[in-house]
């Protein structure tokens, strides 16, 4: 039966860092995804969004015009690292990382004007470790920061909130709204790893105190904690906040069996967070829910957490 929801699926996204088999965040982590949708059946069930190159005014929504200049030098000139930081890049790797925001932009223009439920954009490279001013981690643009910005400036809604359940923290979500009211950040992550932010006292500053929410776990750490975090913390400061648009951080590398995290959630649990997630959409924002792919670096277990929340998400009328 069709659902409502749509996917960003392109193979453009498998050609970043395309032949590093050395590199954990590889083009299979799409063939899995893909895979894992074909065969729970939800790829004939889901619309498709297309993707499309973000301007330089939208990138500029969350990144300074001195780290876009940098790190369009850098891949130009053939580096293999962004100077600054540690994000490996290839030749391609600008085109296709704005291809992954314009694709996002897209999705969240669908889900806001309505012509979808809920979106999941299975998108490469990922995001929430990129700050205003370098590329941090795997992540070149905040395809997550940006849609939330974009949500805001040009289809004027006031609230965001964005929930990333990534192993890692999403330090540069976190750094890009913590003096600001009107995005809401909550993470789960495990404590101590990379990048070494997200200690439960961040918790914004200025008139932004109270809008980022840290939940930082240690190795072992699963369902009990972070659903636990959700449902006791979160569900509350919601029923504050009402956002008017949910996105996903969504990284499954805190699944177990992870390559680079000792999290323990299962695929029921991811269903289950999904859930909960719909929940607040439907409650406060219309249903208006955007996904983003983030981590997830063992391959199987990748496909089949992201066919669990797409099912979710497909199941939620």
């Known amino acids: 039966m069709p659902c409502d929801t749509v996917l960003l699926i392109d193979p453009i996204f498998r050609e970043h860092l395309k032949g590093r088999y050395d590199h954990p965040e590889r083009s299979e982590r799409i063939d899995a995804v893909v895979s894992g949708l074909q065969t729970a059946g939800l790829l004939d069930r889901a619309g498709r969004v297309d993707r499309r190159a973000a301007t330089e005014e939208e990138l500029m929504f969350c990144h300074t015009h001195a780290y876009l200049n940098a790190a369009h030098r850098d891949i130009a000139a053939g580096l293999d690292c962004l100077s600054t930081g540690d994000t490996d890049v290839t030749s391609n790797s600008w085109d296709i990382a704005s291809q992954a925001v314009g694709g996002v932009l897209n999705a969240t223009n669908a889900v806001i004007l309505r012509k979808a439920r809920n979106a999941f954009c299975v998108v ?132 177990i069996d992870d390559l680079l995290g000792s999290f323990t959630l299962t695929d029921h649990d991811f269903t289950d967070l999904t859930e909960v997630m719909l929940e607040v959409a439907d409650q406060y924002a219309g249903g208006r829910l955007v996904s983003v792919l983030e981590g997830g670096y063992n391959l199987t277990g990748l496909a089949s957490a992201a066919a669990a929340h797409v099912e979710a998400l497909c199941g939620s009328l």
């Open 124 to 255: 490469r490279p990922p995001g929430h470790h990129a700050t205003p001013s370098r590329g941090m981690g795997f992540c070149l643009f905040n395809n997550v920061a940006i849609a939330a910005r974009h949500a805001q400036r040009v289809h004027g809604l006031e609230r965001v909130a964005i929930v990333d359940w990534d192993v890692h923290h999403g330090n540069g979500t976190q750094d890009i709204f913590y003096s600001d009211p009107s995005v809401h950040y909550l993470s789960t992550h495990q404590w101590p790893l990379y990048p070494g932010t997200g200690r439960a006292d961040e918790t914004g500053e200025g008139s932004g105190v109270g809008t980022t929410m840290n939940f930082p776990f240690p190795a072992g750490s699963g369902r009990k904690e972070i659903l636990g975090a959700i449902q006791n913390s979160w569900l509350p400061a919601m029923a504050q906040f009402k956002p008017e648009l949910l996105l996903i951080s969504a990284g499954f590398d805190s699944r």
